[in-house]
């Protein structure tokens, strides 16, 4: 979408003779359609299309940015912008956004999701397999969405972007206290698997009937994607150099030192094939991948050019959007596309090696008691299966994992081959790419 390139240096034109110093212009024209279903049957059938232009400058130090939801008067706000922006105060942390001559790569996404006519026949693959595994209520949503971006900026940033996705989420219940979940994320149509999602959300559902209160005390835990998912993305954002500085990450001074066990490697890689694939950063730095943490030593933060300028080292093109916020430094680093590389244990064999545990399809409300020290507390929900000797003998209910962080990370002994691309409501996002785990001796306590 060559247009929105174009539109985006447009922008950057009009703010640079409006006086500002350092521009960053993103144009994005969105769409998304969205199928959702209960009680196995669909409700409603959404769809959103949404065009803007999201505006970072820069005069001096004074900065600001802004979302231009009204492309006809872009000019007008434009220049309105960049008045405001004299009024800020100096940010004496605010060194600048990225500079030079930049190469992408990109990747055409696939014509059969750009085109699909009727995603509807996915959600009613999915409550079929679901129901066949004993499952009377399912509910859940199948969400498409294709994004076209063009980036410019005043450091010579220049570039379009295109993108589409599907992502069914299936929740089924065989009691009213039995639940199981499964996500299926896609961005090949190929890959939409919506009769295993629904049949895996009926197993799960079907294996958590008649649940007992759980125990407290310790626990070995196998993990599924989706409840490691909610785990680490907390854990990915405290990654961000802006979060070291200002205190709210288990990460500050530990670069080089260990913060999990030999068998976990994160990485940030936004240029593999996933569904939140990006070409660029939100400075126009052409994304790439990098390695956070290596056989449990953490060997980078997340950085954009101001944060790296800070640090004295370079941005891993990490920029996060810009924030509208009157006094937006610029936008903190994010992470992308998160991974946990695979292991070499299949989930049958953590399971059988696992004497006394439980295993975990999903988790989410993961709070902090000390976001600097890493105390933490999540509530596992849907399928919580007790496991004896190897086998899954039961289920459990009404249980909240309350332990530490780092602690936590340093206590993952297997880590399965099986990987699987996951995103679910706020608790996961962006998609992450994630294993099976197994952490030894995790505390449980009960959930009231």
């Given amino acids: ?15 640079r003779d409006a006086g500002a110093t350092e521009v960053v212009a993103e144009a994005v024209d969105s769409f998304a359609s969205q199928v959702r279903f209960s009680n ?128 069914l989420s299936v929740r089924a219940f065989s009691q009213p206290e039995a639940s199981g979940h499964a996500v299926c994320c896609a961005s090949r149509l190929s890959r939409m698997r919506a009769k295993e999602t629904g049949a895996k959300a009926g197993q799960h559902a079907a294996a958590a009937k008649n649940p007992v209160l759980g125990d407290e005390g310790r626990a070995d835990l196998v993990l599924e994607p989706l409840c490691l998912g909610s785990l680490t ?43 939140s694939r990006r070409a660029f950063d939100h400075e126009g730095v052409p994304t790439r991948k990098n390695i956070v943490v290596k056989d449990g030593v953490l060997k980078t933060y997340l950085h954009n050019t101001s944060s790296a300028r800070r640090f ?45 545990g439980l295993y975990i399809n999903n988790t989410w409300y993961t709070r902090y008691q000390n976001y600097g020290t890493g105390e933490f507390s999540t509530i596992p929900r849907d399928a919580l299966l007790r496991i004896e000797n190897g086998e899954i003998v039961g289920s459990v209910k009404n249980i909240r994992i309350s332990d530490n962080m780092l602690q936590f990370l340093k206590s993952v002994d297997a880590v399965s081959r099986q990987s699987q691309e996951v995103e679910w409501w706020d608790e996961i996002v962006p998609a992450s790419t994630l294993p099976f785990v197994r952490a030894r001796g995790v505390t449980i306590t009960r959930s009231s």
């Fill in 233 to 275: 993305h907390s854990v990915t954002l405290m990654m961000s150099a802006l979060r070291v500085e200002i205190g709210t990450s288990i990460f500050a001074k530990k670069i080089g030192k260990p913060v999990a066990s030999r068998q976990v490697t994160f990485v940030d890689d936004p240029a593999t094939e996933s569904i």
């Fill in 40 to 167: 196995c049957e669909v409700d409603s059938v959404n769809s959103w299309n949404e065009k803007h232009v999201m505006l970072f400058v820069a005069v001096g130090k004074r900065t600001m940015s802004s979302d231009l939801r009204d492309i006809g008067r872009a000019r007008e706000l434009v220049r309105e912008v960049v008045a405001a922006a004299r009024h800020c105060p100096p940010s004496k942390s605010y060194k600048g956004i990225a500079s030079g001559r930049f190469a992408y790569t990109r990747v055409r996404p696939d014509p059969k999701i750009v085109h699909l006519k009727d995603p509807g026949r996915f959600v009613h693959e999915a409550i079929g397999a679901s129901e066949r595994e004993g499952a009377y209520d399912v509910g859940g949503a199948l969400t498409q969405r294709l994004e076209n971006i063009g980036i410019a900026s005043s450091g010579g940033a220049s570039a379009w972007d295109e993108s589409a996705s599907l992502c």
């Fill in 312 to 356: 004295g080292t370079r941005t891993t093109a990490n920029a996060g959007p810009f924030i509208p916020t009157l006094w937006n430094l610029a936008a903190q680093p994010v992470p992308f596309h998160p991974s946990v590389l695979p292991g070499d244990w299949s989930l049958d064999e953590i399971v059988s090696d696992t004497q006394h």
């Fill in 1 to 15: 979408m060559k247009e929105l390139q174009e539109l985006a240096e447009s922008v950057v034109d009009e703010a």
